[in-house]
C-alpha cells in the first residue's frame, strides 16, 4: 500500500501529465518531472515504482504510458 504522501505526489504527476500530454510532449526525465512537482528525482523514481511502470535511462517515461499507468493505479476508467 502506498503512503498518503506518495497518492499526493501522484496526483500531482498526473496533473502535471496531463498537461505535458496537451503540450504534445512525448517523453519526461525523472529530474524534470521532479523540477516541475517540486521534489527530487528519486523521490519521483520511488512513487512511480507503487505503479509499476518504469521508464528507462535513455529516453525517460513515456508520458501517455506513465499517465496509463498512474490511471490504472488510481483505477481511473476515463483519466480525471
Avoid: C, W
Avoid at 501522484?10 to 519526461?28: N, R, W
Wanted: proline share 1%; hydrophobic share 40%; no cysteine.
Amino acid at each position: 500500500m502506498a503512503s498518503e504522501k506518495t497518492i499526493e505526489r501522484l496526483t500531482i504527476y498526473h496533473f502535471i501529465l496531463k498537461e505535458l500530454q496537451e503540450s504534445h510532449v512525448l517523453a519526461i526525465y525523472s529530474k524534470d518531472l521532479a523540477k516541475l512537482a517540486h521534489v527530487k528525482p528519486s523521490q519521483v523514481r520511488r512513487d512511480l515504482m507503487v505503479t509499476g511502470y518504469a521508464g528507462n535511462t535513455r529516453n525517460g517515461y513515456d508520458v501517455v504510458q506513465l499517465q496509463a499507468a498512474i490511471d490504472d493505479f488510481f483505477n481511473f476508467k476515463d483519466g480525471i
